[in-house]
T-cell receptor
Framework: AQSVTQLDSQVPVFEEAPVELRCNYSSSVSVYLFWYVQYPNQGLQLLLKYLSGSTLVKSINGFEAEFNKSQTSFHLRKPSVHISDTAEYFCAVSDPARQLTFGSGTQLTVLP | ETGVTQTPRHLVMGMTNKKSLKCEQHLGHNAMYWYKQSAKKPLELMFVYNFKEQTENNSVPSRFSPECPNSSHLFLHLHTLQPEDSALYLC???????????????FGQGTRLTVV
């Protein structure tokens, strides 16, 4: 079985400050890792994913995440956040035989 | 707009009512999913349909009954629900289920269900 832990349920941060949203997973096999974002009153949208190759993956809006196999982590970072980044962020893991398993989510609130 | 449409967006129902949630995808995908999103909890996968066949039922109570008449439509029929069933119900689709675990899932905006 696989599981995902998002350690912080709420992360408030001021605009233009850096942010890190933490994600740890457990699985007995190789996995694929994802971050999804949910804006208010919307469904989830894929933000970025790690499948193989370079352990650092980036999104088009400035977020990046690094796969760390030894620490079983896939933390999401952004060096400078905007008000529009306010949303809930979900980390998810999938192994080659199963559907996505999601974490409980982290609410990122960017303050002016 | 992600190509996955859910109706209604909001639903209030009594515990003795029968209602249905509808999901439609225009992406040509073969797999469709129902998820339950409750506050402060991980998304719970409820049902998976792949090529119209149900491939997964995660111990969901029988008061939730899915139906997948074709690859583009997915329904969730509700009857005699409990207040603890109040949640956001999300539909998703992907190209295929199971064989391609790296395939992106596309989500609808969800139906906010309140059981009174």
């Amino acid at each position: 079985a696989q599981s995902v832990t998002q350690l912080d349920s709420q992360v408030p941060v001021f605009e233009e400050a850096p942010v890190e949203l933490r994600c740890n997973y457990s699985s007995s096999v190789s996995v694929y890792l994802f971050w999804y974002v949910q804006y208010p009153n919307q469904g989830l949208q894929l933000l970025l994913k790690y499948l193989s190759g370079s352990t650092l993956v980036k999104s088009i809006n400035g977020f990046e995440a690094e796969f760390n196999k030894s620490q079983t982590s896939f933390h999401l970072r952004k060096p400078s956040v905007h008000i529009s980044d306010t949303a809930e962020y979900f980390c998810a893991v999938s192994d080659p035989a199963r559907q996505l398993t999601f974490g409980s989510g982290t609410q990122l609130t960017v303050l002016p | 707009e992600t190509g996955v449409t859910q109706t209604p967006r909001h639903l209030v129902m009594g515990m003795t009512n029968k209602k249905s949630l509808k999901c439609e995808q225009h992406l040509g995908h073969n797999a469709m999913y129902w998820y339950k999103q409750s506050a402060k909890k991980p998304l719970e996968l409820m049902f998976v349909y792949n090529f119209k066949e149900q491939t997964e039922n995660n111990s969901v109570p029988s008061r939730f009954s899915p139906e997948c008449p074709n690859s583009s439509h997915l329904f969730l029929h509700l009857h005699t629900l409990q207040p603890e069933d109040s949640a956001l119900y999300l539909c998703a689709s992907s190209q295929d289920a199971g064989a391609r675990a790296d395939t992106e899932a596309f989500f609808g905006q969800g139906t906010r269900l309140t059981v009174v």
